[in-house]
């Protein structure tokens, strides 16, 4: 299908064609030079000055810029590095101070318990507990002979086997049933312990020996009592404990200075990239960066 001719389409050539030898009247005759004049050249514009009293350069001129100096954020980033070491410093001293104050209260609790006081207290102890034992055997003797005493205990016992076998058979056993014979089971342990009481009262060496266990139980209470209230006052547990406080004060503040050198960092950063994104000195540059340039 063949095309047809569009008026408005060769308007424009029509109109830059006229347009052109308008203007081609205007050179000299003779010349080659009869574009001259026709476009005169643009006043590059005054060159902007930022908030900040700085020139955005060109691309030509970033070695002049360049060699102005730049100012990167030199101070804030050491102050980012220090911050950095003081707080690993005092981190690590925190957790020496811990340590210390761990290694004091040890060893005092050590010097303590190797005490020849301590350990006379404590093999006294030992040693009326032992005879107090040996004494209840003994007063118990006639008990665990005497008729009675089996009886109770041998019902308690078949007692105990009837509520299991029971609960084996049946399940959950009736309320009424279940407090029946719990309460006879109580019973005859109740009376087994009842002769037990009475044999033990009667006995006049085993309440000695029992008073004896009290009294050497009493002397080891009384020398932790004594170790407990030495270790709030102990100077060197004191000046431990001193030094952590003073070192975990020193951490929160290296820790605080650490997280405003960083937003500071950031910041200036950031203030220094955007002001000379297009002078070239907006950060060092190191190295090959890819077919794509640096």
Same mark, same amino acid.
Request: hydrophobic content about 40%.
């Given at each position: 299908?063949?095309?047809? %001719?569009?008026? /408005?389409? !060769?308007?424009?050539? %029509?109109?830059?064609?006229?347009?052109?030898?308008?203007?081609?009247?205007?050179?000299?005759?003779?010349?080659?030079?009869?574009?001259?004049?026709?476009?005169?050249?643009?006043?590059?514009?005054?060159?902007?000055?930022?908030?900040? +009293?700085?020139?955005?350069?060109?691309?030509?001129?970033?070695?002049?810029?360049?060699?102005?100096?730049?100012? %990167?954020?030199?101070?804030?980033?050491?102050?980012?590095?220090?911050?950095?070491?003081? #707080?690993? #410093?005092?981190?690590?001293?925190?957790?020496?101070? @811990?340590? @210390?104050?761990?290694?004091?209260?040890?060893?005092?609790?050590?010097?303590?318990?190797?005490?020849?006081?301590?350990?006379?207290?404590?093999?006294?102890?030992?040693?009326?507990?032992?005879?107090?034992?040996?004494?209840?055997?003994?007063?118990? @003797?006639?008990?665990?002979?005497?008729?009675?005493? &089996?009886?109770?205990?041998? /019902? $308690?016992?078949?007692?105990?086997?009837?509520? !299991?076998?029971? $609960?084996?058979?049946?399940?959950?056993?009736?309320?009424?049933?279940?407090?029946?014979?719990?309460?006879?089971?109580?019973? %005859?342990?109740?009376?087994?312990?009842?002769?037990?009481?009475?044999? &033990?009262?009667?006995?006049?060496? &085993?309440?000695?020996? $029992?008073?004896?266990?009290?009294?050497?139980?009493?002397?080891?209470?009384?020398?932790?009592?004594?170790?407990?209230?030495?270790?709030?006052?102990?100077?060197?547990?004191?000046?431990?404990?001193?030094?952590?406080?003073?070192?975990?004060?020193? &951490?929160?503040?290296? @820790?605080?200075?650490?997280?405003?050198?960083?937003?500071?960092? !950031? /910041?200036?950063?950031? #203030?220094?990239?955007? $002001?000379?994104?297009?002078?070239?000195? !907006?950060?060092?540059?190191?190295?090959?960066?890819?077919? #794509? +340039?640096?």
């Amino acid at each position: 299908m063949n095309r047809l %001719f569009n008026p /408005l389409c !060769a308007a424009p050539i %029509f109109l830059g064609m006229i347009c052109g030898f308008t203007l081609a009247a205007d050179a000299p005759p003779g010349t080659q030079e009869w574009f001259r004049g026709q476009n005169p050249p643009m006043t590059p514009p005054a060159p902007s000055t930022g908030d900040f +009293g700085q020139t955005n350069v060109p691309p030509g001129n970033r070695a002049a810029q360049a060699a102005a100096g730049s100012d %990167f954020p030199t101070d804030q980033m050491h102050d980012w590095v220090v911050a950095n070491a003081q #707080y690993a #410093y005092w981190h690590a001293t925190f957790h020496r101070a @811990e340590k @210390e104050l761990e290694d004091t209260v040890r060893m005092a609790q050590f010097t303590f318990e190797q005490s020849k006081e301590y350990q006379e207290a404590v093999a006294a102890e030992k040693r009326a507990y032992d005879a107090y034992i040996a004494e209840r055997r003994h007063a118990l @003797e006639s008990v665990v002979k005497d008729p009675k005493y &089996l009886a109770a205990l041998e /019902l $308690r016992d078949k007692t105990a086997d009837r509520i !299991a076998a029971l $609960r084996a058979k049946h399940g959950e056993l009736p309320r009424d049933i279940m407090v029946e014979l719990a309460s006879l089971k109580l019973q %005859f342990a109740s009376d087994a312990h009842a002769m037990e009481t009475e044999a &033990l009262d009667r006995d006049d060496a &085993l309440k000695s020996t $029992r008073q004896r266990m009290v009294e050497a139980n009493a002397r080891v209470v009384a020398l932790r009592a004594t170790f407990d209230t030495s270790v709030r006052t102990n100077p060197q547990i004191l000046q431990a404990r001193r030094n952590l406080e003073d070192t975990r004060v020193a &951490l929160i503040s290296s @820790e605080a200075y650490l997280n405003a050198s960083c937003v500071a960092t !950031a /910041l200036a950063s950031d #203030y220094s990239f955007y $002001r000379h994104r297009w002078d070239g000195v !907006a950060a060092p540059q190191y190295g090959w960066a890819g077919p #794509y +340039g640096y």
